[in-house]
């Protein structure tokens, strides 16, 4: 299923990657392949298809989209949830090594280190990554320990649910230079907004179920990378452990990227609206969002992205007006995840495993397709209720 024009645009690319050979009468999509082994009239060689475990004809049209949505020069490899796939990338640093990572990155990230550093696997230290010299002061003492190789630094920009925005080039080039392995987070970005690979990083990392299937019914990861002896160690592990993604979920998959670029679009433009919106509501204590001028990140974001995503972080007075803030509405869904056609709205430290640097009062906001006066319309109510009376009302 090669791609017959690598030079389109990443818009495109979600529609045209991954699709069937032209011939006559061919499908437009390609199918769902259930199976569990294939058949075989000779000794297995290299690439051949033998049990499912290690490969199925459904992955390999989505593996191909993304990869080429991420610019590498490979395949992106599927697993079966975005966990399953950042446990693979830890797999990359030996036991006994070291990862940096940011200490609000995705709260599953973070427990899953947090566990394999107890088991001895690894050292986990957690840095503030908007703090470029601390990040590169922690590297500079971690990489003076141990061998190159044996040091990954975890990167997530903008990070969840902070919003703080890294320095991607900066510390990618640093860490390369002290010989340390360099993994991305793409998931709040997608390569809709940034590609890391271009920024040198080693490996990409997504939770499929969030934008790039968009639409709240599969759970899903993938890895992207353009180097093959990285890759061929990923893939080693997803095959060994056992991570792989089911067929039917992989083609649902694929038929939400098409959208991607639309979603998106909509996606950024509702949230930018509302967070300007939200500045000068008198419920709000504060708002994160990189695309505000007056947010910390904002001209990080503004010099490496190409937009400033869909998510916005809002602070309220406390954990009682937050919690009646999301009883409140009506349209928009309290629940957990993000990156879906509907909006949802979460108080993240109701989760154990948030940091507890996160405020307890803060509420994330993933910001879906629907009308944004309606969202609008039913945030304000909401927050009203959730502040009740004040001098000088709401």
């Known amino acids: 299923m090669a791609l017959e024009h690598p030079d389109l645009a990443p818009d495109t690319l979600t529609v045209a990657a991954g699709r069937p050979p032209r011939e006559h009468d061919a499908p437009v999509n390609v199918p769902i392949v259930l199976t569990t082994t294939y058949h075989e009239t000779r ?20 593996e191909e989209a993304l990869g ?27 036991t006994g090594g070291a990862v940096v990572m940011p200490r609000h990155a995705y709260a599953g990230s973070i427990s899953l280190a947090g566990d394999l550093a107890a088991q001895g696997r690894f050292e986990l230290r957690t840095v503030d990554i908007a703090d470029t010299d601390a990040v590169l ?30 320095e991607l080039s900066v510390l990618t080039d640093a860490a390369h230079a002290m010989g340390a392995v360099v993994v991305a987070d793409n998931t709040f970005n997608t390569p809709m907004v940034h590609r ?18 968009g639409h709240s019914d599969v759970v899903l990861g993938a890895l992207v990378t353009s180097d093959a002896t990285l890759r061929d160690r990923l893939l080693a592990h997803r095959t060994l452990h056992g991570a792989i993604a089911g067929p039917f979920e992989v083609w649902l998959a694929l038929r939400g990227l098409r959208t991607l670029a639309l979603r998106m679009d909509r996606s950024q433009a509702t949230a930018a609206a509302l967070a300007h919106r939200l500045v000068d509501h008198p419920a709000v204590r504060r708002v ?42 009506r349209l928009w869904l309290p629940a ?3 990156g879906g056609v509907e909006s949802l709205v979460e108080r993240r430290r109701r989760q154990p495993a948030e940091p507890t640097t996160v405020p307890e ?25 959730a502040a009740g009376p004040r001098d000088g009302g709401l």
């Open 288 to 329: 994160r969002y990189p695309g505000l001028a007056s947010d910390p990140g904002h001209e990080r974001a503004a010099a490496q992205f190409n937009g400033f995503g869909g998510i916005v972080s809002i602070e309220l007075d406390d954990v009682a007006t937050a919690d009646a803030l999301v009883a409140a509405v």
């Open 196 to 213: 890391p690979l271009d920024a040198g990083v080693d490996v990409v990392l997504h939770s499929v179920t969030k934008w790039l299937a």
């Open 137 to 166: 002061a922690e590297l500079e003492a971690l990489t003076a320990r141990f061998d190159a190789g044996q040091v990954m630094l975890w990167l997530e920009s903008p990070t969840n649910p902070m919003l703080e925005v890294a």
């Open 361 to 385: 009062a803060l509420v994330r906001l993933s910001v879906g397709i629907e009308n944004p006066d309606d969202l609008w319309a039913d945030l304000d109510q909401a927050l009203r209720v």
């Open 336 to 338: 957990t995840s993000l």
């Open 43 to 62: 000794a297995p060689e290299a690439g051949d298809r033998i049990y499912a475990r290690g490969s199925n004809p459904t992955w390999d049209p989505f």
């Open 68 to 94: 080429a949505l991420e610019n590498a020069t490979l395949p992106a490899l599927v697993f079966a949830s975005g966990l399953g796939a950042a446990a693979a990338a830890l797999s990359l640093i030996p």
